[in-house]
């Protein structure tokens, strides 16, 4: 026999109507340019479930379905001449033994694809499998099938699949799904090049599509492989079919006949790439399919994380297995059978659905405290990340204040000088981030040119934020005009979602009558630890200093500046658009422009007046915290920083050491919205930042 022959079945939706029939005929033309081909078909569609009911209803049904394919086949003469032939067909049929009609499903169908090649003018010949296939006896179904091909001279045999003749030489079926099975029988015997199963899916899936829809094709398989899942519940193939190739050494190609040129398995010799091959089931038990890594055949525990993912993902889905046991190198799971598709898709889900993920670029700026414990988190979360947010957050480039590198790989070193910005800039790599972590005056200058690149930004750097109110507008709309992020959540409160509360409430159109932020870890602090009699408050600010609790210049911080960019961020993030000039602010002490040194004896001096307020409040029994507020007046907002004595039932009354609190009233809800909690860190700015870059 010689090696170019190709063997391709097609199953009953691929020949369902006389539309599908003429594609199987394209793609069996097609093929036989190539060489000869053995065409195996099932009956169409539904047909031998009504052969089996065998009513009249049914069969009448049958006929009409035959006899509009003729018609819509064939013309003229052909059309006259095999209507006739399938006419006789439905007569032989009525007339035959009950367990014969079955039968004459497979034959209607090859009768008419063969006519059809034949009126085409393609030699073409019908076999009549019920002479060549002998049920179990393979030896003699191959001797049978050579002696019929051998001499003859056709381009394309057409042979039904399914019938045979059993032992006894009555005529017989190879059992429901069997035409795989016919197929095989003749690839084996002719020894041919390629055997074809063509279906309406493409290929072996990771899953049955219609069940779980996230199935997907497996590329390549062993028939070890096919065969487990074909045995366990697995339609696209019938089991049978796959010792007689094995033995031949023929690769099996499962082939969708509705998009030929697609996506396609191949069943063959090689080892699986996987140790998971799908999902499948029967009878209230789901397998998942597994296959042995190379040298590990003969082992037979089944690992118990591989049970514990099965039950972890059952678990997630809210089903009791009610029994998990290691079959070989597959694992059989038998749930109730009303769950039985939710536990498919959940376990499909954990063993083949890899989330897609999203790699995310960033070029951080800045090497202090909060840089270095963002690179640490990001390191350490990086598993955890990927798995809760598909999403790949690598680093690709780095810099202080002098020296950059940029590792598209992800390994940059500080080794460039020059402009790091204009660098990024030319490397434009697509999804990336520029995080800005520096306290730098002027970086922001530069974000435009980033966000036009299309290049988002989060920044924990309030410098850049609380800039003059244009500056601040044109950034903004840089950003969604080049639909890239723009993130600034960690410049006030650290890891608090203050802003992104205050967002949340403009945009759904909430009027914000009032906001009341504590946002001073320093303040907060000092003011908390300052007693009338006990340390004085420039000594405490001096401790604060050397904690690293103030900003470098501790001024900033008592002078109400640093609490004057937080307010202009909240306000504005309400939609307010607040100026520096239009903040009221009361310092504790004015900024100085003199030394450091300077600054702490200006403090002292105010010690008496300080401690005598303290004592004041005290008496009163209130507590003395520094407030930035924001206040809807008649004549518009009003916006002033100072310190302010609240009376115990005042949410800021209960602040402790560095927390944060912003209390916010709007016209929606009759009680203020307070998020309070701790307002500073590196770990928290650096998990504030972490956040912003996962938006
Ligand atoms: N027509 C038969 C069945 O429905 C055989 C086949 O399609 O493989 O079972
Ligand atoms: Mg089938």
Redesign the pocket.
Known sequence: MQRMVSVL?F??SSVASATNMSRVLDIVEKEAAKGKVVLVS??I?G???ALLKGDEKSLADMEIRHRDIVTRLFTGADRKQVQQRVDELFGQLRQAPREEQ?TY??ILSTTLLCAKLQAEGIPALWLDSRELVVKSDEPETFRRIRQAIEGTEARIYVAP??ICRNQEGKID??????????AALFAAAIGAGSLQIWTDVPGFMTANPKQVPAARTIPRMSYAAALDMASHGAKVL?APTVAPAMAAGIDIEIRNTFAPEGKYTVIGAEKDPARWIGVTSEGGHVRIVGTRPAGEEGLSAMPDSDRASAMKALTEAGIAALSIRADGASLDIQVREPVLEQALRALHRAFFQELPVEEIKLFIAGDGAVAQALLGMLQQTADTVKERTGKLLRVVGRANSRRWGIDLGGRPQLTQDGDYIAAILQSAPKASLFVDVTDSETLYKRYGELLEAGIGIVSSNRRSIAVPYPEYAAMQAAARENGVPFRYETTVGAALPMLESIARGANSCDEILSIEAVVSCTLNQILGDYRPGGESFASLVRKAQAAGLTESDPRLDLSGRDALRKLLILAREAGVQLEESDVEITPVVPLTSGSVEEFYSALEAQEESLSRAAHEAERQGFRRRFVASLEKTAEGYRAGIGIRNVPPVHPAYHLRGTENAIIVRSAFHPYPLVIQGPGEGAREAASSILNDLLR
């Open positions: 079945k199953g009953g099932s009956a569609s047909c031998t479930d079955v499903g497979e699949g399914f079926t190879l059992g429901r799904g069997g035409s795989d099975y016919s019938y």
